[in-house]
């Protein structure tokens, strides 16, 4: 019998979510990196597992908001919440529990859907610390269900999944067997852009860069693909360091982006970037609405 659900990944900043989503879909649709706040759309990717089919929504991490940007996130993460029949509350096995699961676990709570608890990254956890840290969260939440997982190794990910397909409803699916995710590949391309940026610059930078994509051409057998990104950045300073002494930076992270977008669109092409300043972007309502 088909069985279908929508299952929201929700949780601190940098908990793995985006490494999950990742894992599971067998493909790089989600970019990730080892600093907060880097998923800033809902994205959905499928999976099977058997007769059930999966579409699990990942979402960005759960923070208290500091600009308009920051607000619409968060009402991301409600309405990908709102929208799923089970909700996974990813944990970081490696963290003290602190204000910020308290608040996660508070929200959650409100929507009144399923709720597993996956600790994540147990690779980094030692074998004999394990029962008290599980003991703990578990005193803490009294979730439904805990799973100690970690996205990394691959540990206990079936587990999750055939837990999760034990949860959802019988009823047919809502996308192609083949499908992997709604994003489109512009989406992907920028997003991959964004990862490179997040990735080589530091502190306020990486909060204050969008990425769009202003000229996309994607080829054929004949013709290489040719994308123009504009990057935006809120001041002088952010441009000055994306682009590098001697445009040395801007060049490192289009190497980087036009290697992965090799991978992804399964060909050679040629990628330009132009750095921008608009002031504020992150409080102008129309910009992101643009995005
Ligand atoms: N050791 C270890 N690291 C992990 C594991 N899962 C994720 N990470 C790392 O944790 C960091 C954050 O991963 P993301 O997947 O970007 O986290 P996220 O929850 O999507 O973060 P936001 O999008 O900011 O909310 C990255 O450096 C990952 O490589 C794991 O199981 N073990
Ligand atoms: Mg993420």
């Not at 597992?49 to 920051?70: S, V």
């Not at 859907?113 to 996956?118: C, G, S």
């Not at 004999?128 to 805990?146: H, K, V, Y």
Request: proline residues 4%.
């Amino acid at each position: 019998m088909k069985k279908f659900g929508l299952v929201a990944l929700a949780g601190r900043p940098n908990a793995g979510k985006s490494t999950f989503l990742n894992r599971v879909v067998g493909e790089k649709i989600a970019i990730v990196s080892d600093r907060p706040q880097t998923t800033r759309n809902r994205i959905l990717g499928i999976t099977m597992q058997g007769e059930t089919q999966i579409g699990f929504l990942d979402l960005p991490g759960i923070h208290k908001p500091a600009h308009k940007l920051n607000s619409r996130m968060m009402g991301m993460v409600h309405q990908g919440v709102e929208e799923a029949d089970v909700v996974i509350h990813f944990a970081d096995a490696t963290q003290p529990i602190g204000k910020g699961d308290r608040f996660v676990a508070e929200l959650l709570k409100e929507k009144n859907i399923p709720v597993i608890l996956a600790l994540n990254k147990i690779d980094l956890i030692n074998k004999n610390r394990m029962i008290g840290i599980l003991d703990a969260w578990f005193q803490a939440f009294q979730p439904q269900e805990l799973v100690p997982i970690s996205c990394l190794e691959g540990t206990n990910i079936d587990r999750l999944m055939e837990l999760l397909s034990r949860m959802l409803p019988e009823q047919p699916w809502r996308f192609g067997e083949d499908e992997l995710t709604d994003q489109s590949i512009r989406f992907i391309a920028q997003e991959l852009i964004r990862e490179k940026i997040v990735r080589y610059t530091d502190e306020e930078v990486p909060h204050a860069t969008a990425v769009t994509i202003t000229q996309f051409n994607e080829g054929n057998e004949e013709e290489p693909w040719f994308i123009e990104a504009t990057i935006w950045v809120e001041k002088k300073t952010q441009r000055m360091i994306l682009l590098g002494a001697n445009g040395s930076m801007i060049s490192k992270i289009r190497t980087g982006a036009k290697r992965n977008l090799k991978q992804f669109l399964g060909r050679a092409g040629e990628l330009e970037l132009l750095v921008k300043v608009r002031e504020h972007w992150r409080e102008d309502k129309a910009f992101l609405e643009s995005l």
